[in-house]
T-cell receptor, first 112, second 112 residues
Framework: DAGVTQSPTHLIKTRGQQVTLRCSPK?????VSWYQQALGQGPQFIFQ???????QRGNFPDRFSGHQFPNYSSELNVNALLLGDSALYLCASSPGPQAGAFFGQGTRLTVV | KNEVEQSPQNLTAQEGEFITINCSYSVGISALHWLQQHPGGGIVSLFM???GKKKHGRLIATINIQEKHSSLHITASHPRDSAVYICAVRRYRGYNNNDMRFGAGTRLTVKP
């Protein structure tokens, strides 16, 4: 079992561009959550997907959107990138609401 | 005020010392996680607690639900324990909740 995998591992984008990050959950997990971690800070909850729907959302603008596919994998899209969007984006999956979350290695996004 | 507060922010210890990291939270929770994050960003889940105490090797985690407080202890610390330790809580918002909130982390450096 490969665990939670994220791609790409590193990414550099220009301000104003759009980016798509991908996450494959651990086998058997149906829930995916996305987090943004700025340098030196704890992760911040972006949103959670379950049954292909956004179930919960943190305090992030509409520029942040996502999708979950029938195979439970997920994408995070960020439009009109700002310099402040530079961060480590973490994906976590779990097999249900009360189970522990498994984290991916993250995608480090740099906006220049 | 953050929902999850950790202390200390930074901690330097000599190899072999007993280490304690504290976490206080202000919301109702269904579970508390202790996570370890190494340079490069990957996060490993160490413990998930909803009551009492758990032990894994040299690591011990305790939680006091009434006081909304948890501690992570490392006995006989080793330089390989150097990492950022993050406390995260799953807020209780009913069934099917995976919304986790994170502390800012404690950066631990263990010197040989």
């Amino acid at each position: 079992d490969a665990g939670v995998t994220q791609s790409p591992t590193h990414l550099i984008k220009t301000r104003g561009q759009q980016v798509t990050l991908r996450c494959s959950p651990k086998s058997g997990h149906d829930t995916v959550s996305w987090y943004q971690q700025a340098l030196g800070q704890g992760p911040q909850f972006i949103f959670q997907y379950y049954e292909e729907e956004e179930r919960q959302r943190g305090n992030f603008p509409d520029r942040f959107s996502g999708h979950q596919f029938p195979n439970y994998s997920s994408e995070l899209n960020v439009n009109a990138l700002l310099l402040g969007d530079s961060a480590l984006y973490l994906c976590a999956s779990s097999p249900g609401p009360q189970a522990g979350a498994f984290f991916g290695q993250g995608t480090r996004l740099t906006v220049v | 005020k953050n929902e999850v507060e950790q202390s200390p922010q930074n901690l330097t210890a000599q190899e072999g010392e007993f280490i304690t990291i504290n976490c206080s939270y202000s919301v109702g929770i269904s579970a508390l996680h202790w996570l370890q994050q190494h340079p490069g960003g990957g996060i490993v889940s160490l413990f998930m607690l909803s009551s009492g105490k758990k032990k894994h090797g040299r690591l011990i985690a305790t939680i006091n639900i009434q006081e909304k407080h948890s501690s992570l202890h490392i006995t006989a610390s080793h330089p390989r324990d150097s990492a950022v330790y993050i406390c995260a809580v799953r807020r209780y918002r009913g069934y099917n909740n995976n919304d986790m909130r994170f502390g800012a982390g404690t950066r631990l450096t263990v010197k040989p």
